[in-house]
């Protein structure tokens, strides 16, 4: 965005679009620029619940704060509120919270996976790390992409468009990550989630039966082909 311009009644963006510059029209311009915990004027000075910097309430992994009797969760406590995690991080929080609370559970907030969609068309599924955030953590990682029109069920529906990448762990084997695009991504992305959940390894998803045709054998062809040219594969994946 280069320039905002207008009145009451509407108001001119002009931006940089491949190298040109363009202009857009409309009645009203949102500018989202972020989150921050409503956190004041609830009393949380009077009962001496420690904040952070952000004014975000500080918790334990069993989301108990400085006050030994009082627990928060959701976007009070700033975690993970970005790329659509807000809302069901917040209620598995909630529930946790709660737990807690009211019997004593013990039970601590585990945020390693959180799967996450975008809803576009075709839409985008991601759940673990990508390539570049596993190299960033020190992993010793290979990854592996292939299209969607080798997934026999994007042909059957005729939209092919998109791709799968999946990214192991070099030596264990282990999937740390899957990116989606394409026709029920979304979906399909939560059964990667279960599988990462788990410490699936590549083999786990080779040697998994699939619904045939399905687009979550997506996730079986993409990680046989790591070992396999899958343009070659029968129409059952094997």
Known sequence: MQQVSGDSERVQVAALVRGARRRFQANKLLLATGRRPNTTGIGLKRVVVRLDAQGAVEVDR?????????????????REVGSQMATPVGAQEGGIAASNTLADAGQAVDLTVIPRAVFTDPPVGVVGLTEAQAQARGLDSESSTVSMDVVPR??????????????????SRRVLGVSMLGVGTEEVINEAAMALRFHATVD???????????????????????????????????
């Open 62 to 78: 069993s989301l108990r704060t400085s006050v030994p009797h009082i627990w928060a969760a959701g976007d009070v406590i700033g």
């Open 154 to 171: 994007a042909s059957i529906i005729r939209d092919r468009r998109g791709l799968i990448k999946m990214v192991l762990e070099r030596e």
């Open 204 to 238: 786990d998803f080779i040697n998994m039966i699939y619904v045939y045709p399905s687009m979550a054998e997506a996730l079986k062809i993409v990680a046989i082909s790591f070992s396999k040219d899958v343009s070659n594969l029968s129409f059952c994946a094997s």
